[in-house]
Nanobody, 124 residues
Framework: QVQLVESGGGLVQPGGSLRLSCAAT????????IGWFRQAPGKEREGVSC????????YYTHSVKGRFTISRDSAQGTVYLQMNSLKPEDTGVYYC?????????????????RGQGTQVTVSS
């Protein structure tokens, strides 16, 4: 089972930026569909963005389109989530996961392995 590790979270003011990283111990993520999810207190888990293994097709949930960018560094075998123009409602624990499906227009499905998560807090 792939063990994932996230990093890059923190406290940022509204309008600020953060870049989250997802890496796997002893593995490259190049062979996996990868999703970024977030969990905020009192809210359901939400699939934020995902990237497909075979063609790097990307999906974004509506609330982050135009602000977040998911990318893959094939040389490093890592996946990033660049988050710009952050809003207080983006606050939550963000975690990455290997997933079964990246469905155009629909989302990221079928979590397999996930990391422990990294806290993102957007507040003034």
């Amino acid at each position: 089972q792939v063990q994932l590790v996230e990093s890059g979270g923190g406290l940022v003011q509204p309008g600020g930026s953060l870049r989250l990283s997802c890496a796997a111990t002893g593995h490259t993520l190049n062979l996996y569909n990868i999703g970024w999810f977030r969990q905020a207190p009192g809210k359901e888990r939400e699939g934020v963005s995902c990237i497909r293994e075979n063609d790097d097709y990307t999906y974004y949930t509506h609330s982050v389109k135009g602000r977040f960018t998911i990318s893959r560094d094939s040389a490093q075998g890592t996946v990033y989530l660049q988050m710009n123009s952050l809003k207080p409602e983006d606050t939550g624990v963000y975690y990455c996961a290997t997933i079964a499906f990246v469905t155009p227009g629909s989302g990221c499905y079928g979590e397999h392995s996930r990391g422990q998560g990294t806290q993102v807090t957007v507040s003034s």
